[in-house]
């Protein structure tokens, strides 16, 4: 997991990248993954890879976070997600976060662009978790918005379609900050719950709370949440 504060130390510098890889005429087996490196958009530098066949069609789809090798008008790292795909023989790319965002469970039209009032963004999370075990995992994102404090931290869960299409079954915001793990087939979400009267910085609740895969709903829900007093 990247915070906002290790996003470039985390990072990795490579090369540019085109938007798509040609790879053949379509006759043979599927094409070999590419290096990450060839999946970087121009100018900036991959932070996170994750790798898994997320529509079972047998190839493996790539997704790649990445931010601006040089800052934006704030001096802030503009961060990018891209997920890429195999398409009539050629790597290319399906989904980019600035753009729409995938459709479903009450999420916002987009995901990386730009929480009011805050000044930056970061892909705090990028990982794959199998929720019903069924062979088709999902894709777990961890978006956080901030600026003079720390903002909303959002969390989307995300499937690809047999016919390739990104669908969001899953969609959190909290409040303000928050701490996105996976643990297994499970994600924990922890974060400050704010009274009326709490100051910016310290919350007098902490929530936790347990989101998975819901037998009787046949959906990804949260399934436990907790609520504790910090003072």
């Given at each position: 997991?990247?915070?906002?504060?290790?996003?470039?130390?985390?990072?990795?510098?490579?090369?540019?990248?085109?938007?798509t890889t040609e790879v053949g005429d379509g006759s043979g087996p599927p094409p070999p993954q590419p290096a990450p490196e060839r999946l970087v958009r121009?100018?900036?530098?991959?932070?996170?890879?994750?790798?898994?066949?997320l529509d079972a069609d047998g190839v493996e789809e790539v997704a790649v976070s990445?931010?601006?090798?040089?800052p934006g008008e704030l001096g802030i790292a503009i961060p990018?997600?891209?997920?890429?795909?195999?398409?009539?023989?050629?790597?290319?790319?399906?989904?980019?976060?600035?753009?729409a965002a995938p459709p479903g469970a009450g999420s916002p039209a987009e995901m990386l662009a730009g929480a009011d009032g805050f000044v930056g963004q970061s892909v705090q999370a990028?990982?794959?978790?199998?929720?019903?075990?069924?062979?088709?995992?999902?894709?777990?994102?961890?978006?956080?918005?901030?600026?003079a404090t720390a903002g909303p931290v959002?969390?989307?869960?995300?499937?690809?379609?047999?016919?390739?299409?990104?669908?969001?079954e899953f969609y959190?915001?909290?409040?303000?900050?928050?701490?996105?793990?996976?643990?297994?087939?499970?994600?924990?979400?922890?974060?400050?719950?704010?009274?009326s009267r709490d100051p910016g910085c310290c919350p007098s609740l902490r929530a936790v709370e347990t989101i998975g895969w819901d037998p009787?709903?046949?959906?990804?829900?949260?399934?436990?949440?907790?609520?504790?007093?910090?003072r």
């Amino acid at each position: 997991m990247s915070g906002p504060g290790v996003l470039v130390a985390a990072a990795v510098t490579v090369a540019a990248v085109a938007c798509t890889t040609e790879v053949g005429d379509g006759s043979g087996p599927p094409p070999p993954q590419p290096a990450p490196e060839r999946l970087v958009r121009a100018g900036a530098i991959a932070v996170d890879v994750v790798s898994e066949d997320l529509d079972a069609d047998g190839v493996e789809e790539v997704a790649v976070s990445s931010v601006s090798g040089r800052p934006g008008e704030l001096g802030i790292a503009i961060p990018y997600l891209e997920v890429f795909d195999v398409r009539e023989a050629r790597w290319i790319r399906v989904f980019d976060a600035t753009g729409a965002a995938p459709p479903g469970a009450g999420s916002p039209a987009e995901m990386l662009a730009g929480a009011d009032g805050f000044v930056g963004q970061s892909v705090q999370a990028l990982e794959v978790v199998d929720f019903a075990g069924d062979a088709r995992p999902e894709l777990v994102v961890g978006i956080a918005s901030f600026g003079a404090t720390a903002g909303p931290v959002e969390l989307w869960i995300v499937s690809m379609t047999a016919t390739g299409d990104l669908v969001t079954e899953f969609y959190r915001s909290t409040e303000r900050g928050g701490e996105i793990a996976v643990v297994g087939d499970r994600i924990r979400l922890e974060y400050g719950v704010y009274r009326s009267r709490d100051p910016g910085c310290c919350p007098s609740l902490r929530a936790v709370e347990t989101i998975g895969w819901d037998p009787a709903a046949g959906s990804i829900d949260v399934l436990t949440r907790r609520r504790t007093e910090t003072r």
